[in-house]
């Protein structure tokens, strides 16, 4: 089993930035590849980046390359997501997510493990 755990969402203008976190626990969570996801209103899930559990490949939305990082940091148990020059677009529940397979976080399909979200609204 891993728990997520998302924090750092809010309110934000359109160019700034923000920087959100997830916290994982259980006991072989370091060896997952971990995955942020949004979804706006009215509108699908969406698979925004990904990162392999040794940090070192990492994979993004067109949407959002360029703008957005992802990194991780295994010693701490912690997952970011930086996100630069932010639009009104950007405004949807941004989802942590785990799975052994970066084919099925990239594909979103059939992923282990969920957080329950943190909501980030970009303001025009």
């Known amino acids: 089993q891993v728990q997520l755990v998302e924090s750092g969402g809010g309110l934000v203008q359109a160019g700034g930035s923000l920087r959100l976190s997830c916290g994982f626990s259980?006991?072989?969570?370091?060896?997952?590849?971990m995955g942020w996801f949004r979804q706006a209103p009215g509108k699908e899930h969406e698979f925004v980046a990904a990162?392999?559990?040794?940090?070192?490949?990492?994979y993004y939305a067109d949407s959002v390359k360029g703008r957005f990082t992802i990194s991780r940091n295994n010693a701490a148990n912690l997952v970011y997501l930086e996100m630069n020059s932010l639009k009104p677009e950007d405004t949807a529940a941004y989802y942590c997510?785990?799975?052994?397979?970066?084919?099925?976080?990239?594909?979103?399909?059939?992923?282990?493990?969920w957080g329950k979200g943190t909501l980030v609204t970009v303001s025009s």
């Open positions: 990162i392999h559990w040794s940090g070192g490949s990492t």
């Open positions: 997510a785990a799975d052994r397979s970066m084919k099925r976080v990239v594909t979103r399909t059939g992923v282990d493990y």
């Open positions: 259980g006991r072989t969570s370091s060896s997952y590849v």
